[in-house]
């Protein structure tokens, strides 16, 4: 989307590496939510930050919001981790990004 | 602003009337997709449509719903017999595939249902 510019588009890592996905906002936020599509096609809630971090397993996330971006960084990717992610944002109206397709390899 | 058009951006309905959103998905995309947002801030997969084909869809929507993609027209979702429980957002997304778990999907800004 316009107001969500989100990359890379695709992705593609080896089992035990790590990477970055970026969300820029083209306007202030006031939040930031994280998903991955499952298996059953739903969008799973990874995070939803207002500021700062968090962290869950290998999955940081960073938002910061007088910049108008936020991460989501990977480590140690493992196999299942292979799918589509979405940031998003919080305001009155959502706008997503268009996804990042990762796949890992062995 | 979105490719992805969705309307009405909000709808209010009594319990037991029928509730319809429409959604034109990006030019070239034949997979639409339906969301509905739940309280834990996810979106469930309800649908989603191959040109005028259905693909995929839950069981509350089989039941409850009634979906269509038509030619040369919006895409719709309708709530046959509105419930409280169905106020929420519901999404519209469109991809180039429908059926690849890696797909990119380009999602519309969502209809907020309220269901008095």
């Known amino acids: 989307g316009d107001q969500v510019e989100q990359s890379p588009s695709a992705l593609s890592l080896h089992e035990g590496t790590g990477s970055a996905l970026r969300c820029n906002f083209t306007?202030?936020?006031?939040?930031v939510q994280w998903f991955r599509k499952n298996s059953r096609g739903s969008l799973i809630n990874l995070f939803y930050?207002?500021?700062g971090t968090k962290e869950n397993g290998r999955l940081k996330s960073a938002f910061d919001s007088k910049e108008r971006y936020s991460t989501l960084h990977i480590r140690d990717a493992q196999l299942e981790d292979s799918g589509t992610y979405f940031c998003?944002?919080?305001?009155?109206?959502?706008?997503f990004g268009d996804g990042t397709q990762l796949v890992v390899k062995p | 602003n979105s490719k992805v058009i969705q309307t009405p951006r909000y709808l209010v309905k009594g319990q037991g009337q029928k509730a319809k959103m429409r959604c034109i998905p990006e030019?070239?995309?034949?997979?639409v997709f339906w969301y509905q947002q739940n309280k834990n801030n996810e979106f469930k997969f309800l649908i989603n449509?191959?040109?005028?084909?259905?693909?995929?869809q839950i069981d509350m929507t089989e039941k409850r719903f009634s979906a269509e993609c038509p030619s040369n027209s919006p895409c719709s979702l309708e709530i046959q017999s509105s419930e409280a429980g169905d106020s929420a957002l519901y999404l519209c997304?469109?991809?180039?595939?429908?059926?690849?778990?890696?797909?990119?999907?380009?999602f519309g800004h969502g209809t907020k249902l309220s269901v008095l």
């Open positions: 930050l207002a500021s």
């Open positions: 449509f191959q040109n005028q084909e259905v693909l995929q």
């Open positions: 306007t202030t936020m006031r939040a």
């Open positions: 998003a944002n919080s305001n009155n109206r959502i706008f």
């Open positions: 030019k070239g995309h034949p997979v």
């Open positions: 997304a469109s991809s180039l595939r429908g059926t690849v778990s890696n797909e990119r999907l380009f």
